[in-house]
Nanobody, 115 residues
Framework: VQLQASGGGLVQPGGSLTLSCAAS????????MGWYRQAPGNERELVALISTIGPPNYADSVKGRFTISRGDAGNTVYLQMNSLKPEDTGVYYC??????????WGQGTLVTVSS
């Protein structure tokens, strides 16, 4: 099983961007799916997480600006990012927990917020 992320790019402050991450392979089921980011010189941090039950979880820094969702089949996760700030710049990684294989990471997609 694997994850393929896409949608990164350069955007001006205040702009919007949508990231996508599609799972493929011999999928049995996927529990949690999420997005993490890593800014230069910083550790990787959780941005948003969505599971099969309960509401999504967001980092405080993105609440009200970012929205995580899953596709109808449950194999794709999206991150809608609005009102982007320079501090949102970083490499964004998707993550998913596959039953029975365990967690997997996507390859990362770069988001740059700059004028």
């Amino acid at each position: 099983v694997q994850l393929q992320a896409s949608g990164g790019g350069l955007v001006q402050p205040g702009g919007s961007l949508t990231l996508s991450c599609a799972a493929s392979g011999n999928i049995v089921s996927i529990n949690n799916m999420g997005w993490y980011r890593q800014a230069p010189g910083n550790e990787r941090e959780l941005v948003a997480l969505i599971s099969t039950i309960g509401p999504p979880n967001y980092a405080d820094s993105v609440k009200g600006r970012f929205t995580i969702s899953r596709g109808d089949a449950g194999n794709t996760v999206y991150l809608q990012m609005n009102s982007l700030k320079p501090e949102d710049t970083g490499v964004y990684y998707c993550n998913a927990y596959f039953t029975p294989y365990g967690p997997r990471w996507g390859q990362g997609t770069l988001v740059t917020v700059s004028s």
